[in-house]
């Protein structure tokens, strides 16, 4: 709320400049006035009379910020309250930050053109610190504004304005840091334009030679300051549920659930009305939570109802199912043969062939290359989750059936869409992307296939762009049943995914496939390591990818911890006995009969829409037969589609995905029905007998004492008159009866009002409780984890504390390490970046690489949003400018002239090379690339 208060523009910003210097006028007249001096006092004479550099004249912005502060400082001068001499020190301490931010950006102005892709984008990292500088001043004058309107009003907020004249300060100071360390890069680099100072340097020793930068005032009253208006306002209800959340993630494991969400809705509007403590929370999160709390936040994004979202205020597609590609080995034919056309040509010839002689397919096998399945990290046999999404239902897309008469899905499209969704490889999915691919889907009408790869800390690098790599590979295999003949195939991705589509082109060039005919890349981070830049430096007053959160997802995903590591190998071993049990159980099965090892594969297999297709399908008559088949099976045959009920989070299940699909009544799959042998005793769980024996205990044995001693109660009188009453009692039981009787003397409706307040308040106090955030990594006494902040603390942190790990340097992780040879055969390539995000360096740079090379390269450099400003579409008018951008970009890669594939001069009888050869080929290009690489790296 004061926040909002803050951002708005006021009614005097309305009025113009004349009547600021108006009131500006009135107000030194009568300070003039006061000092005994004679004649007016404006803006321009008040230099004359104080000491005003002359460089502030060159910025008119800076120049009258300077002016207006220097005026508020008098006034407030003389008001000798606490909030008014606050104000006049702010004011003071502000004049002084102008003059020095001043200096500073001039300083850089003069050499940042020289680190800009070409004359006609001008955009890197010295130039975004420039423009967040002026933001800042424009924020500033607009305060000013608003306590020069206010300040003689009967309700003036003094105390209000004084925080924000003191955030204004502390933010311009944060930056003038900032801009020292920009100075420092500039130096390094020298004249070479390199805008990571050719990686000779680390943050550790830039951090080293500065001052720390003061994270909070980044978070607090000037949150998104340097954003559009629409942006600024996501930014900050993102901010906010960010700081209240962690509240409910760092609760008491035994809290309820309404506990919970009581807490939350109370921490949110405490985080809504005190800036200050949001910042702090905010940025104690960001030192200071693990891995798994940034995940948990991210995949809010993947609850319930955000899955209807996209269906209800998306744009309507026909078709959006989710596929799983089962792990079987594929093949490609090689790169060398010529284009698109001349490969799907040998493919059908290849599936024309498998039936024929040995001899005859073994030529042809020559000119394909194995795809290996995914393994890393989470072994080989786990199937890839894809999701295909298309505005219009097309000729044999899966699952579509049979269509009659009017229902005629259109012709297969030219061209098919690989997307790579973002989340810092640690979170996310398709589904959290889908409100934009929607009108992606629409706008360029054309089927988009998103991969949805393992996630780290889970599965740390390679795994996931080994999996994007094979989804490629299956959908150039496949391509028909996507509703495309795939004359052109264009991969984009956003953040993570755009870094993944560099790799996926890379993997292409060594393995010698066909590599995509266009790359998309928006905000991509192409140099994955610690090399400082201008715009990584950015991160620090990022609100959705603060520095901390940036480094956690780059270390659970580019250096896992040991472990992640031993624990995903024990995963493997698990899996590979599993996989060898059942397999032995399989053959057990089939070796009885033929008729029982068909009732096997039809109890075990479920039939995919090619299947139902094709009907006429030979059953096999031996159980070896059997094995054949299923080890030569195609891979499409295996692949099943979900229904829109199914939605993939660590496993699939049946619940979350509201996905928009077509009707199934048409290719409904046939019912199998299986023997179930029902045993005469029932098993028993061991966890379910205990929760029921302690369920007992807790209700019906208190009940039933309740009830015994109501009847006891019932028979001491006649008791004491029998026998017992001959025994004397005890000085415990007379101690018992005296503390009944109190309690039965305090039963009074005092005692029931006091006991109803301490009741409420311990409710009161439970709901409204903060609980603080503790690290893994400091550990006290005892082995005890210990908090490592006071959470309503403002504590100095440097940066450099968390550089704890070393980074592979590999140019599947890195693309910007990539060899010359691999990166100029790589296709088209469209990048587009924000400059406001810390990835802008690594676009440049990357931009400039692949022109250098030769490359088909073009950069574009959108103003006023934020990093993942994609999945914000629908929140922001300029989010939603932005995404049109991007189709826009997209539409001149697909519509294209498909680019030449690289070819080899060879002749006809050295057409047909061996596997052998082209594996020393390619084994001998991966060597040179690592060799160039260790001589270029630092």
Partial sequence: MIDAAAADTPTAALAGPTKLNTLIDDNLKLENKANGKNGPLTPSSLSTNVSVPAELQEQPDYYGLYVECMEHAAYFAKDHTEFGQRLHAAHVAWQDFIILANHLTLEIASFAHTYDFDDLTPGNGYRSFIYVTDACIAHGRNICKQLLQTRATLFFRKKFFMKEVESCSQLLSSLCTCLHYLLILHEWAGNTGDLFASGRHTAEQLFELGDTINQYCFYGRCLGFQYGDSIRGVLRFISIGMASYSETYYSQADDSTILKTTRSLWTSGKYLINPELRARRIVNISQNAKIDFCKSFWFLAESELMHKLPSIVGSSIKVNRLIELPAEPLQLPLRSFGDSTAQKKLLVESDENQNKDDDIHAVHATNFVDIPVPSAHLGPGLPVSVRLLSAKRRAGMLGEGKFRGWHKPIPASSSILLHCHGGGFVAQSSKSHELYLRD????????????????????????????????????????????????????????????????LALMCIEQGVRVPDGLFLAYCPTLVSFVPSPARLLCLMDPLLPFGFMMRCLRAYASPASETLQQNAKHVEELAEIRNVTQKAQKDMLQPSASSSRRTSAAKSHPSSLELQNSEVEAPETAEEYLDREDSSDTFASASYHSQTVERTDLFSSQGDNSSCVSFEDDSQPIVHYPIEVSAEPTKDSASAAYIDKFLDKYLIDTATMEATEEISSTVPTKLNGSMAQHDRSSSEENILIETGRDLAVDTLQGRLQDAVNNITSTLNRCTQSYEIHGSHIQGTGGCQQDVRNMDALIARSP??????????????????????????????????????????????????????????????????????????????????????????????????????????????????????VGDDQSSSRSACIEALSTTAP
């Fill in 800 to 917: 450099s504390e968390e550089f704890a790990f070393d980074v592979p340097k590999d140019p599947f992780l890195s693309p910007y390490w990539a060899c010359d040879e691999w990166l100029s055969q790589l296709p088209e390539t469209k990048i587009l970046t924000l400059n406001m995000d810390p990835c802008l360096d690594d676009c440049v740079m990357f931009a400039k690489k692949l022109k250098r090379l030769g490359r088909t390269v073009s950069l574009e450099i959108l103003k006023g949003l934020p990093h993942g400003f994609l999945n914000f579409t629908m929140l922001s008018n300029e989010a939603m400018d932005g995404s049109k951008h991007c189709i826009k970009l997209l539409k001149e890669l697909l519509q294209g002239t498909p680019s030449s594939t690289p070819t080899h001069n060879n002749d006809d009888d050295s057409s047909s090379s061996s596997h052998a050869e």
């Fill in 440 to 503: 992606w889907a629409v706008e360029l009408d054309v089927p988009i296939l998103s991969v949805d790869y393992s996630l780290a800390p889970e599965a740390p690098f390679p795994r996931a762009l080994q999996e994007v790599f094979y989804a490629y590979c299956w959908l150039l295999r496949n391509a028909e049943h996507l509703g495309t003949t795939a004359e052109r195939v264009i991969c984009a991705g956003d953040s993570a995914g755009a870094n993944l589509s560099i790799g």
